[in-house]
């Protein structure tokens, strides 16, 4: 539980660090840490994922955040947070690849494509940073 709840506060507070970068300045940890927790809920008990806690967070907000910069913060908090996860995937994978008894061709296969996709995740960071 406690693991969860810092998960959640660790998305809270970027959600909020990426919002004052978009101009949401009234947006406070405590309100984006309900709003995520909320969100959350209702993606997890919908068939519609992430269709569905997205678009939750900004709806939740609308008293306090104006919508235009609620969303362009959701996105940039949705960019870095999936950026982690494939980040934290490849390393993993690569730890994976390392440790396990593969053959030769296989190893170079898999070691190619963790390269790839370091190489694009690289690149996609500096086109964000364009």
Do not use: H
Request: charged letters at 15%; hydrophobic letters at 60%; a positive charge.
């Amino acid at each position: 539980v406690l693991l969860g709840a810092g998960r959640f506060a660790a998305r809270a507070r970027s959600w909020v660090l990426c919002a004052r970068r978009v101009g949401a300045d009234a947006l406070t940890t405590p309100r984006a840490f309900a709003a995520v927790l909320a969100a959350d809920a209702v993606g997890n008990l919908t068939p519609l994922g992430l269709l569905a806690s997205e678009p939750t967070k900004v709806l939740l907000l609308r008293p306090a955040v104006a919508t235009a910069p609620a969303l362009t913060s959701v996105a940039l908090d949705n960019a870095f947070y999936t950026g982690s996860v494939v980040l934290m995937l490849a390393a993993g994978a690569w730890m994976l690849v390392r440790q396990a008894a593969l053959p030769d061709p296989l190893r170079l296969a898999a070691e190619s494509v963790l390269a790839a996709v370091v190489v694009g995740g690289v690149a996609a960071a500096w086109a964000i940073r364009r």
